[in-house]
């Protein structure tokens, strides 16, 4: 056995994550850099990853800002080649790049099908091959996706949304299961109904809100630092056996089989 605070340590680490410049993106980096990882942002707005490097509370010389498209292969490489060339190796990569178009099926365009499915899938994918080769050649790795509640359930007006969030969640198993053998470690964080500026709209609606409301056990919607412990455990060396796993931070609204609580 060892001690818990060596356990969880993420000192000497180094961790990319894309979609930093998001509500969940920067709470999780947020996470990983007070366990002591050393951190690289990633996102398409260059002027949001600043703020959010000046909010993070480390060292200057501790985090990169790199601006990244992820559904661009060649942005994706130069990412991981840059990590590498400045802090020396990527250990952790968590993907939180996404975006969401809300229609119905029957009004949704194939382009906006199409978007969808290339930042949050798509990107996924990218951000994780690139990430692998790097961790490859070190013989271990983290690799943390974001995922949704939507990956176990279908939630209606939002059909790209739900087929990339299932393929993520398929992504993870097909990846965990080919790169076990090279000490990488591929899993899941599936955050329920949280509140961020992109679900703000369903939050000041009344009738949405207490629909969803209704069916939290917990009696309350999440935000996205409720995500940090498990952030932690998945890319620390308390999770080196756990791979392949999804675990979904809903305060109990999937184990409550979508049944109002209370």
């Not at 002027?47 to 060292?59: E, F, H, K, P, S």
């Not at 490489?77 to 993907?95: N, S």
């Not at 996706?145 to 790209?160: D, K, Q």
């Not at 069916?215 to 932690?232: F, K, M, Q, Y």
Request: charged share 20%; aromatic share 4%.
């Amino acid at each position: 056995m060892v001690a818990s605070d060596s356990m969880f340590s993420l000192e000497g680490r180094v961790a990319v994550v894309t979609g930093a410049s998001g509500d969940i993106g920067a709470a999780m980096a947020r996470a990983l850099a007070v366990a002591g990882a050393r951190l690289v942002l990633a996102s398409r707005n260059e002027q949001n990853l600043a703020a959010v490097r000046d909010v993070t509370g480390i060292d200057r010389s501790r985090i990169l800002v790199v601006p990244t498209d992820v559904t661009d292969a060649s942005a994706v490489e130069h990412l991981v080649a840059r990590t590498v060339e400045v802090f020396g190796r990527l250990d952790v990569l968590v993907t939180a790049a996404g975006i969401q178009i809300r229609k119905p099926a029957l009004e949704m365009s194939p382009a906006e099908w199409r978007d969808v499915l290339e930042v949050n899938l798509t990107g996924t994918f990218l951000s994780c091959r690139a990430a692998a080769q790097a961790m490859i050649r070190q013989g271990a790795g983290r690799i943390i996706m974001v995922s949704s509640l939507t990956a176990e359930i279908g939630l209606p007006g939002m059909p790209a949304y739900v087929a990339s969030r299932g393929g993520i969640r398929q992504l993870a198993k097909a990846l965990a299961t080919e790169w076990a053998p090279h000490g990488i470690t591929v899993n899941c964080v599936g955050p329920g109904r949280m509140r961020t500026a992109m679900t703000e709209g369903l939050f000041v609606d009344d009738r949405a809100r207490e629909s969803f409301m209704r069916l939290i056990p917990a009696g309350r919607a999440g935000v996205p630092e409720d995500l940090a412990g498990v952030t932690i455990f998945l890319a620390s060396d308390a999770a080196s056996y756990v791979t392949g796993q999804s675990i979904y931070v809903d305060g109990g609204w999937l184990s409550a089989g979508g049944n109002p609580a209370g």
